[in-house]
């Protein structure tokens, strides 16, 4: 079976909006020799991007949205976080991120696959879930002394909230120490420059040499 193969029956099992398909499809992936992101990145999230395109187009509805984000979540929790975790062999944590998906929004798929990534890759995380006020950012910011803050948003009404993040931290003069990176599908780079944030990530690994990158050139 070639790779390709594997990643539309990765994405087709999303489409079938049943956990134990998406579960077993992930389990093949993994079995064939996919990493954990690979699995995500090329077959569950091309899957969950047709059924956004389908639900902007009319064709599915919100109970389809959920069912299908269920189902990924299961694999993710049974299958693919419990993968990428085992391979930190860090004792050290490299450094410290807060993370979060920012108020008004629930999205939490992406971000706690940036969080599980992060964890593998070294670093501490302490992730504060999904619809999280700004001043929660800075509050628990300060409490573990973070070296980044993560803030992911995937609707076009809560990306403001990301500049509101950038703003908080700035008024408290916290951006010498804190790093701020942003994400989630709706985040450009122009948009990075235009809110005056020091990163931006598209994928989770992507987020994790990032964050990397942020910690040494804090250092
Ligand atoms: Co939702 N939804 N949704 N949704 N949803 C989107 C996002 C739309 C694009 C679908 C569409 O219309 N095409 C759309 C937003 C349009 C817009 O604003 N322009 C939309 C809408 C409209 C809505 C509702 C308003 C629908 C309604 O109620 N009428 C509603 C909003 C609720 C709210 O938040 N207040 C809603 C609800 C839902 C759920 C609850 C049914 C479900 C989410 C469940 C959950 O997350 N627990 C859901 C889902 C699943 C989606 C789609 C289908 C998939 C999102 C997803 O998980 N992608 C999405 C369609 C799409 O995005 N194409 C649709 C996969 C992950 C892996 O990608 O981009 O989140 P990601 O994360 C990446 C990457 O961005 C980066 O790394 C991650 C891993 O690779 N990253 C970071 C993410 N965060 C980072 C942070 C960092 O610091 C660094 C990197």
Known sequence: ???????????????????????????????MGLGPTEIIADGLGKGLETIGKKFEEGEFFLMHLMAAADAVK????????????KTNTETKPLGRVVIGTVAGDIHDIGKNIVAAMAIAGGLEVHDLGKDVPVAEFLRKAKEVRADIVGASALLSTTLPIQHDIVRAFDSERLRGNVKIMVGGAPVTEEWVREIGA?????????AVKVAKQLLNAKS
């Open 1 to 31: 079976m070639t790779k390709e193969a594997i990643y539309h029956e990765l994405a087709d099992s999303v489409l079938s909006f049943d956990a134990d398909v998406v579960v077993q499809a992930s389990r093949k992936g993994l079995e």
């Open 74 to 85: 299961t694999a993710m929790s049974e299958v693919l976080e419990p993968e990428m975790v």
């Open 198 to 206: 020091d990163s931006f990530a598209e994928n989770a690994s992507e």
